[in-house]
């Protein structure tokens, strides 16, 4: 099972930012946080992932809250082609292969 | 930017008939993958492969689904005898292998869609 628990779906609307949520308050020392989206038919798309310091990319910002038990998704500037359903995963990394362990995610919905 | 690439897109069997499923990895990545998702249904994982071996499995992949790197390049599943309820999409994805840094992520294919008839 997913150990982590996210919001069925949320609306933003397009240019906001748009802030999802994710609880993993069971998560361990050496489980890394990721975060991908799967857009409707294609396969899910890397989006950023971190241990316990804030990240940034050009897609996205992580914010892990100090306990390291919930963390946030922020996509500054939403738009329409966000519209997607989000994945918050908890990997351990080690030698072995990795799996990642998918849960319903949220259904983001960029409206106009 | 590099990708996974899946082929066929769409593949239709009738039941009972093998099928192959391929993928080509991104070419520095050395851990492989295949998930599925069934319509409406969670991603979910099948086996991940490493140095030749099989490194995981669920319990989903029985006898009669198997994993190869046949040349290298290619990465493939067999389902031996498909059944009706292994229609779904089947995802492949890849990731790099730093010793250093085992944190990176799994880069997916855009799958095949798999119908058995």
């Known amino acids: 099972d997913a150990k982590t628990t996210q919001p069925p779906s949320m609306d933003c609307a397009e240019g906001r930012a748009a802030n999802l949520p994710c609880n993993h308050s069971?998560?361990?020392?050496?489980?890394?946080v990721y975060w991908y989206r799967q857009i409707h038919s294609q396969g899910p798309q890397y989006i950023i992932h971190?241990?316990?310091n804030n990240e940034t990319n050009e897609m996205a910002s992580l914010i892990i809250t100090e306990d390291r038990k919930s963390s946030t998704l922020i996509l500054p500037h939403a738009t329409l082609r966000d519209t997607a359903v989000y994945y918050c995963?908890?990997?351990?990394?080690?030698?072995?292969?990795?799996?990642?362990?998918f849960g319903q995610g949220t259904e983001l919905s960029v409206k106009p | 930017e590099p990708e996974v690439t899946q082929t066929p897109s769409h593949q239709v069997t009738q039941m009972g008939q093998e099928v192959i499923l391929r993928c080509v990895p991104i070419?520095?990545?050395?851990?492989f993958y295949w998930y599925r998702q069934i319509l409406g249904q969670k991603v979910e994982f099948l086996v991940s492969?490493?140095?030749?071996?099989?490194?995981?499995k669920s319990e989903i992949f029985d006898d009669q689904f198997s994993v190869e790197r046949p040349d290298g390049s290619n990465f493939t599943l067999k389902i031996r005898s498909t059944k009706l309820e292994d229609s779904a999409m089947y995802f492949c994805?890849?990731?790099?292998?730093?010793?250093?840094?085992?944190?990176?992520?799994?880069?997916f294919g855009d799958g095949t869609r798999l119908s058995i008839l």
């Open positions: 994805a890849s990731r790099e292998d730093r010793a250093r840094n085992r944190n990176q992520p799994q880069h």
């Open positions: 069971t998560i361990s020392g050496n489980e890394y």
């Open positions: 971190g241990l316990k």
């Open positions: 995963i908890v990997r351990v990394v080690s030698n072995q292969g990795g799996k990642l362990i």
């Open positions: 070419s520095n990545h050395l851990y």
């Open positions: 492969f490493y140095n030749n071996e099989i490194s995981e």
